[in-house]
T-cell receptor
Framework: EDQVTQSPEALRLQEGESSSLNCSYTVSGLRGLFWYRQDPGKGPEFLFTLYSAGEEKEKERLKATLTKKESFLHITAPKPEDSATYLCAVSSDKYIFGTGTRLKVLA | DSGVTQTPKHLITATGQRVTLRCSPRSGDLSVYWYQQSLDQGLQFLIQYYNGEERAKGNILERFSAQQFPDLHSELNLSSLELGDSALYFC????????????FGPGTRLTVT
């Protein structure tokens, strides 16, 4: 069965304290892996698409990487405005979301 | 602003009632997805339409149905509502059928009393 697991469930960081979020997946025939950011009560906002192992994408303080079994979202020197839930999703014959990592960055 | 619109923003109704949620995709997008998100829960995929045809089905209850119209807007119909149906309902759209990023609307918050 296709599955997406994100860890940790929640993460508290001090401002400037870099860290990584993990998304591990088991799917038959990965067509794409996606990262989204969701603020409370709002729709998820698209961040990155990764299609093949070894691929990396960057945007401001965020960098996403992909291996054959997992993806990492690296957050460098985070700021309080980076606080949100980060969702990972994979596309095979279906689009499956993980349950997310709730990130809190303290000033 | 993602370009995806959803109406209404809020809906309060009683158990046993029927409601319709509406979604207009981004200009040029052919796929529409519906998701349910309960309090502190993940996004549960309900159903996907591509260019008017049902493309994929998730954990959608038989009391729920959806359709996509020729102008590509979509409606999600929820009937015989139960308290447990209270949730945020999101619509998303994408260009293609699957391996594309999705753009989400602001959601409809449904409260069943």
């Amino acid at each position: 069965e296709d599955q997406v697991t994100q860890s940790p469930e929640a993460l508290r960081l001090q401002e400037g304290e870099s860290s990584s979020l993990n998304c591990s997946y088991t799917v038959s025939g990965l067509r794409g892996l996606f990262w989204y950011r969701q603020d409370p009560g709002k729709g998820p906002e698209f961040l990155f698409t990764l299609y093949s192992a070894g691929e990396e994408k960057e945007k401001e303080r965020l960098k996403a990487t992909l291996t054959k079994k997992e993806s990492f979202l690296h957050i460098t020197a985070p700021k309080p405005e980076d606080s949100a839930t980060y969702l990972c999703a994979v596309s095979s014959d279906k689009y499956i979301f993980g349950t997310g990592t709730r990130l809190k960055v303290l000033a | 602003d993602s370009g995806v619109t959803q109406t209404p923003k809020h809906l309060i109704t009683a158990t046993g009632q029927r409601v319709t949620l509406r979604c207009s995709p981004r200009s040029g997008d052919l796929s529409v997805y519906w998701y349910q998100q309960s309090l502190d829960q993940g996004l549960q995929f309900l159903i996907q339409y591509y260019n008017g045809e049902e493309r994929a089905k998730g954990n959608i209850l038989e009391r729920f149905s959806a359709q996509q119209f020729p102008d590509l807007h979509s409606e999600l119909n929820l009937s015989s509502l139960e308290l447990g149906d209270s949730a945020l309902y999101f619509c998303a759209s994408s260009v293609g059928q699957g391996a594309n990023e999705q753009y989400f609307g602001p959601g409809t918050r449904l409260t069943v009393t």
